[in-house]
């Protein structure tokens, strides 16, 4: 009868064992994420330093889509123009001189 009442005492004293190095365990993870989590609010509050240092953003333009189509049409036309003329100088200074326009 006595051997009963060992085997339960060795269970019970592996069971703590086993319990008592996942807690270790665990404990050592806590140590690990609180260390992380200090890292990690030291950084955010550098972050909103900077962000108050820079100051208030710039209001973002209002989006194209809401403005006058007719203006909105002369402006690309005046685009588009302006950019054909850049790219006919460009492609007139890269011709040889013997190919270049006279006037």
């Known amino acids: 009868m006595w051997w009963w009442v060992l ?3 060795l269970l019970v004293v592996i069971a703590v064992a086993y319990l008592a190095s996942r807690a270790w365990g665990l404990w050592g993870q806590v140590k690990e994420l609180t260390a992380e989590v200090s890292r990690a609010s030291e950084t955010v509050s ?3 330093a900077e962000t108050e240092r820079l ?3 710039v209001p973002a333009a209002e989006p194209a889509i809401f403005g006058d189509p007719r203006e909105l049409r002369r402006e690309r036309d005046a685009t588009r123009a302006s950019l054909k003329q850049q790219r006919r100088a460009r492609q007139a200074a890269r ?3 013997w ?3 006279l006037d």
Do not use: M
């Open 95 to 97: 011709r040889p001189a």
């Open 99 to 101: 190919a270049r326009h």
């Open 55 to 57: 100051g208030d953003p």
């Open 46 to 48: 550098a972050l909103q």
């Open 7 to 9: 085997i339960w005492v």
